[in-house]
């Protein structure tokens, strides 16, 4: 009998931030036979249970179809109907909990510290430390803790750490708003009980970016808190942050940044011999609605490496974003420090020049923890910090440095791994797990470039990545925060910064020299919730987002015609002429190798070609999504169809393009802007260069992405297998050399942690395995390629529609492929030399 199971709920939060509309509610099937119909019921606060509307639909996705109070509790249960009109039972119940939907819900005060001045924006100032003493006389039922800051959080209530998240509230664009947890801590009172908060200057004051801007969003972190204990008779308890507050900066974190580390001072003791100021904050207060950040792998007992310089360095075995756990004992007053970076110099020292813009870790105070020690024993972790490393150098250690005293913990945003991957390629299988592993160290909260040096929020890099990074984990609930994030600063002419959130401010020069706006990077607005859409068959973030997207679009197509100084390309006048970008500074191409790149000086210039293809291809999208929301696509056609004309005339001329470059053979057929026989031309320019090259991976930032793809386009997926497998250049050159993430560059002079140049996983994915998604729902295509140096290849994905799995063996006389198939899916099957076939769900078996 059919049945629902894995029962989620998500929560979509209006524009303003406050009120949350129906939650929608998501399922999967456990029968082979199709839905037909859905029918939930729910249950609000233990209250009889209440039936909605049967629906009659094959979508594993439904509305809850009301909208729900502050604190609220809500079970519900769905039944499903199958193809025979059988109905079965109902499913396991799941459940959530509203938070507090309106500003008048808090009755809680901003705090922060009392200082007798007014901050300075250049000095640093300790960890803030709260207290408050408070009782319970009455038998309580249930207690929840409301808790934000500008800034990061710690609390404990009778001495116990509240929750297991950690780095809260996260990252957001805190001029517009800021997230709150919500705890469950019944367990954690008693009659006589203790509050607890430290507040350190977190993703909201510390050094960000590439240049160590400080304060970005203010200079004087701040913390709200409610708990609200409720009794068995139903009465009400509340406690909240105001200025009864006890408060302090004498506790031992004297120095706390994001980016720079931690200074530990155990000598000192916390003294609480003033109180809180009450302050007050202007943006919107939003329940957290993204993954929470947890500690996650833990990496023990690293090598101790004894360095020809003389110093000690821990070796972990493996590049990270997280902290160190560590025991540390020494005489009162010994200072001491503890040191985080990515590698080591050839001659085998500890080194932070490739992270830290060619300063050594003795010039600078960068992913370091100091330490005085108090001649008492203590096991420690940084709390409002996180460092990007593998390797750890320790100066002045007090104590006998034994392996087993330090475990670095791996800390990341906690969403569902949904894939498996395994080849009988050892280095193809690394390559996967090292681009695993740079998602890991990267999306935390925002999908940042690297977790070192810039830890920012790059567009270019996530638009790219989408693809990917879904097949590797659920990021739905990621992007969707994140992309509030980028609506969030984005200016009102329809501007999207390169890096978001990003900070307020900023002229016009400013932008003119940061670039912003760039073509691949700001057009994130249009194209991640397009990606989103096709991946999980969920049109909410263009629906959420419609207005933001539309204003992207605008600002990119007013480029359109425009030109001006620096623009190198005078074509003669045509039809053509002003459907050209020509105007804007833009990345370009970035990171081609050096052989192919055109040299810096061409970050000054328009980049014609670059923006005039983007702007074509987030038209086409727009126009696609526009129809399908049945709103007026005709402008957005239009543009699309003419800028693409005005592209062919000038940068494809029928496949007849002079320059070596592939990026400019593979953007017009990644992007979709070349057809019929200029596309087939394109393609055979790209297997020929790319032979010319020695397989050696010739294309930059834009076009990585799509050159394997259009090589197996071309028919000779080997040539695409054989490039990303190059031991001289590439992603195999990183592995021999030690790598366990991916690299910023092909060369290990810059950050060792960077997720984008690992979207050539997406090729292995939905090509060599075969596995892609085409937009319908509960749909997928099953097209492998298979390639003569692999034995075989096998790859499962965890969709939101069930596990689909692709696999192929090379056999005596052809190959074996093996296809699953999730309840209620079909899909669409393409077998090298065969004809098309339709398939249902189950498993499959074909020897060809």
Not at 132 to 161: D, M, Q, S
Request: hydrophobic share 35%; proline share 3%.
């Amino acid at each position: 009998m059919i049945k629902a199971v894995e029962l989620k709920t998500e929560y979509l939060e209006e524009a303003r931030g406050i009120d949350i509309v129906s939650p929608r509610v998501f399922w999967k099937v456990n029968n082979a036979k199709k839905q037909k119909a859905y029918q939930i019921r729910l249950s609000v606060n233990e209250n009889p249970w209440e039936e909605l509307p049967k629906v009659y639909t094959d979508s594993m996705k439904g509305l809850l179809g009301r909208r729900f109070k502050s604190r609220d509790h809500v079970r519900w249960q769905v039944r499903l109907t199958d193809q025979d009109d059988i109905t079965g039972d109902w499913s396991e119940s799941a459940s959530f909990e509203l938070g507090l939907l309106d500003n008048t819900d808090w009755s809680a005060k901003w705090i922060m510290g009392n200082y007798n001045h007014e901050k300075n924006g250049k000095v640093r100032y300790p960890v803030d430390c709260f207290f408050k003493r408070f009782n319970v006389n009455e038998k309580i039922e249930r207690a929840r803790l409301y808790i934000t800051a500008c800034g990061i959080y710690e609390t404990k209530i009778n001495g116990r750490r509240v929750g297991d998240q950690v780095l809260t509230p996260g990252s957001t664009a805190f001029h517009k708003r800021v997230h709150y947890q919500v705890y469950d801590v019944t367990e954690l009172l008693q009659l006589d009980n203790t509050w607890e908060i430290e507040l350190g200057d977190g993703y909201y004051a510390s050094n960000t970016g590439v240049f160590d801007n400080p304060k970005p969003f203010g200079y004087e972190p701040k913390v709200l808190a409610q708990l609200e204990i409720i009794m068995s008779d139903g009465s009400v308890q509340t406690v909240c942050t105001d200025s009864d507050f006890k408060w302090s900066n004498d506790g031992i974190v004297r120095f706390a940044d994001m980016k720079n580390g931690e200074s530990i001072d155990f000598n000192y003791n916390t003294s609480y011999n003033d109180y809180a100021r009450e302050t007050n904050y202007k943006g919107c207060i939003c329940c957290s609605n993204s993954n929470p950040i947890h500690e996650k792998e833990c990496f023990v007992n690293p090598k101790i490496l004894h360095c020809p310089d003389g110093h000690t360095v821990l070796d972990f075995g493996q590049n990270i974003a997280g902290y160190v756990e560590l025991r540390i004992k020494g005489e009162k007053g010994d200072h001491c420090r503890m040191v985080c970076g990515e590698t080591l110099t050839q001659e085998g020292n500890f080194t932070v020049a490739n992270i830290a813009w060619k300063s050594e870790y003795d010039k600078c105070h960068f992913q370091s923890v100091d330490f005085v020690c108090d001649g008492i024993e203590h096991i420690y972790k940084p709390r409002f910090s996180v460092m990007g490393f593998r390797y750890v150098l320790l100066l002045d250690w007090p104590d006998e440095i034994k392996a087993e005293n330090f475990t670095a913990i791996a800390v990341y945003s906690d969403m569902e791994t949904t894939f498996s991957f395994e080849s009988s390629d050892s280095d193809l299988n690394q390559i996967v797990k090292n681009t695993f592993w740079s998602v890991k160290g990267n999306f935390l909260d925002v999908p940042t470039d690297c977790p070192t040096r810039e830890r920012a929020g790059w567009t270019g890099d996530a638009q790219l990545f989408f693809n990917t990074g879904n097949y590797m984990m659920d990021q739905r609930a990621f992007f969707r925060k994140w992309l509030r994030d980028v609506a969030d600063c984005q200016k009102e002419n329809g501007l999207v910064h390169n890096i978001n959130p990003s900070a307020p401010g900023g002229s016009a020069l400013i932008e003119w020299v940061s670039m912003e706006g760039s073509a691949g990077w700001g057009d994130a607005m249009i194209t991640i919730p397009y990606y989103y859409w096709k991946r999980y068959g969920d049109d909410t973030l263009m629906r959420e987002f419609w207005e933001q997207m539309e204003r992207c679009y605008i600002f990119f197509r007013g480029r359109m015609g425009k030109r001006n100084l620096l623009s190198l390309i005078r074509p003669k006048h045509s039809a053509y002429d002003k459907y050209l970008v020509a105007s804007g500074r833009h990345f370009g191409e970035w990171t081609e190798p050096d052989d192919c790149a055109p040299g810096n000086s061409s970050l000054v210039l328009p980049a014609i070609e670059e923006a005039t293809a983007y702007l074509s291809y987030s038209s086409k999208m727009m126009a696609e999504m526009a129809k399908h929301m049945e709103k007026d696509s005709t402008e957005y056609e239009d543009v699309a169809k003419k800028t693409k004309e005005a592209y062919n005339h000038y940068f494809v001329r029928n496949g007849e393009i002079e320059t070596n470059r592939m990026c400019k053979y593979v953007r017009p057929c990644g992007l979709g802007l070349a057809d019929g026989e200029a596309r087939t031309k394109l393609l055979n320019k790209i297997v020929k260069l790319n032979r010319e090259r020695g397989f050696k991976i010739g294309t930059g930032f834009l076009t990585t992405p799509f050159v394997f793809e259009m090589l197996s386009e071309a028919g000779e997926s080997h040539d695409a297998y054989k490039t990303l497998t190059n031991p001289e250049f590439g992603w195999i050159q990183q592995v021999k050399q030690g790598a366990t993430t991916v690299w910023e560059n092909w060369t290990p002079d810059a950050s060792l942690n960077h997720y984008s140049k690992g979207a050539c996983c997406q090729w292995l994915f939905d090509c060599l395995c075969g596995v892609k998604l085409d937009g319908r729902e509960n749909h997928f295509v099953i097209e492998p390629h298979t390639v003569t140096l692999l034995e075989y290849i096998s790859f499962e994905y965890g969709s939101v529609y069930g596990k689909v799995s692709s696999a192929w063996k090379k056999q005596q006389n052809g190959y074996m492929y093996h296809v699953s198939i999730p309840d209620n899916c079909t899909a669409t099957l393409q077998l090298p030399g065969q004809e098309c076939i339709e398939l249902s769900a189950g498993d499959y078996e074909f020897e060809v």
